[in-house]
T-cell receptor, first 113, second 114 residues
Framework: DVKVTQSSRYLVKRTGEKVFLECVQD?????MFWYRQDPGLGLRLIYF???????EKGDIPEGYSVSREKKERFSLILESASTNQTSMYLC????????????FGQGTRLTVV | AQKVTQAQTEISVVEKEDVTLDCVYE???????LFWYKQPPSGELVFLIR??????QNEISGRYSWNFQKSTSSFNFTITASQVVDSAVYFC???????????FGAGTRLTVKP
């Protein structure tokens, strides 16, 4: 079974802190994604990566950066956390091409106080 | 830019009723894929179905069926004889041939009451 693992289920951070959300997949997938989920807004794409060291901005990249140094790991970085970044963060991965579904991690609920 | 609209924010039905969840998409690509995902209360999204833009054949899987109509840019999902375990948030998503990303709709929260 494909497994996508996010390092934390719950996180509480202070405003201004640098926050790292880690995601690891074990199926050698080319594509990895970071979404945030907010009530009424669905899943909004922050960043995605289609290869090691490659990244593309999604719909809401402001305030975030990403890192993909190894194929299996995709990190989301909040450079200076703010309260409006309190949200559920979902990582996903998929194989090459369009015709494969994305597999999701269990999510990280981040609260910035 | 691709876009997915799920106009129904919340739906509530009584067990054994049929329910249809609507999904309308927008794309300029001729090659694309559509998906449905289920997010139960536990939170993890579960893949339900994938459909490519060249295959308009409807699909049935048990109590679930999907109706893809390119003429109306819709990919609707019907649950027949709903059950309490169907209660979840359902997301429709779109991937285009020009990029590797996947865009989701806002989701529909389905509540099935006993």
């Amino acid at each position: 079974d494909v497994k996508v693992t996010q390092s934390s289920r719950y996180l509480v951070k202070r405003t201004g802190e640098k926050v790292f959300l880690e995601c690891v997949q074990d199926m050698d997938h080319e594509n990895m994604f970071w979404y945030r989920q907010d009530p009424g807004l669905g899943l909004r794409l922050i960043y995605f990566s289609y290869d090691v060291k490659m990244k593309e901005k999604g719909d809401i990249p402001e305030g975030y950066s990403v890192s993909r140094e190894k194929k299996e790991r995709f990190s989301l970085i909040l450079e200076s956390a703010s309260t409006n970044q309190t949200s559920m963060y979902l990582c996903a991965s998929s194989g090459g091409g369009l015709n494969t579904e994305a597999f999701f991690g269990q999510g990280t609920r981040l609260t910035v106080v | 830019a691709q876009k997915v609209t799920q106009a129904q924010t919340e739906i509530s039905v009584v067990e054994k009723e049929d329910v249809t969840l609507d999904c309308v998409y927008e794309t300029r690509d001729t090659t694309y894929y559509l998906f449905w995902y289920k997010q139960p209360p536990s939170g993890e999204l579960v893949f339900l179905i994938r459909r490519n833009s060249f295959d308009e054949q409807n699909e049935i899987s048990g109590r679930y069926s999907w109706n893809f109509q390119k003429s109306t840019s819709s990919f609707n999902f019907t649950i027949t004889a709903s059950q309490v375990v169907d209660s979840a948030v359902y997301f429709c998503a779109l991937s285009e041939s020009n990029n590797n990303d996947m865009r989701f709709g806002a989701g529909t929260r389905l509540t099935v009451k006993p």
